[in-house]
C-alpha cells in the first residue's frame, strides 16, 4: 500500500505524462503534493522506483514512465474523496430565477436574470439551469400546478414527449408536451379544458426541457 503522498505524486506524473507526453517538473511535483523541499520528492519518486510502480527513463532529462497503478487508494485518499463528494452533495448553486411563465395561454416571453434561486448542486450539475415560476393550470395532469417552480435545463434539443419551454414568434413563452407533426409543432396542454395549439415549425423555438418542479405546501 502507497502512503497518500506517494500514490498523489503518481497519479499526478500518470496524469501529466498522458496529457503533455512528458514528466512533470519538480517544481510541478512538489506544488503538486505539497512538499516544500525537493529532496522530499527525490524520496518520494525513489520509493515509486524501489516498488516498481515508475522507472527511469535514461539519458532523457525528467523522463518517468508509469509502470503500473495502484490497486487500491490510501486510507488517507478515500476519506479525502469522501469529504469532497459530501461537500458537493451539501453544496448550492444559484440558478437564474426569470419569473413566471404560462401553463395556460402563453404570456410574454422573460429573459431577465433579476434574481436567483439557490439548488443542490447535484440537481444542476450537469448543464445549464434556470428556473421559472408556473403560471395557469393547463399541465395539471402532468403534477404541475399553478405556482410550482419549474427547474429548466436549458437546450435547444427536445424529443417527442418531453414538457419544454416553447418560445412562440420570438415573444411568448410557455410550457407545454411537446409533438412533432411533420412541419408542424403542436404544443399539447396535460388538461382536457384546452386545446392543442398547432404551429409551423418555423415559429417555435425550444428553450428548455422541464427537468423537476419545486412546489411550497401552505
Known sequence: MLTEK???LLMFINKITKETGCSPSFDEMRTAVGLKSKSGIHALLTALEEREFIK???HKARALEVVRLPKFKPRAIIEEEKKRENALLNATVNIPFYGKIAAGVPIEAIADETSFLPMPFEMV???QFYALKVEGDSMV???ILDGDTAIIRQTPMANNGDIVVALVDNQEATLKKLQRKEKEVWLV???KAYE?????ADRVQIQGVLKSIIRNYH
Do not use: E, F, H, T
Open 189 to 191: 396542454p396535460c388538461n
Open 56 to 58: 527511469k527513463l535514461p
Open 141 to 143: 395532469d402532468a403534477g
Open 196 to 200: 392543442v395549439r398547432k404551429l409551423r
Open 125 to 127: 450539475s450537469n448543464g
Open 6 to 8: 506517494q500514490y498523489k
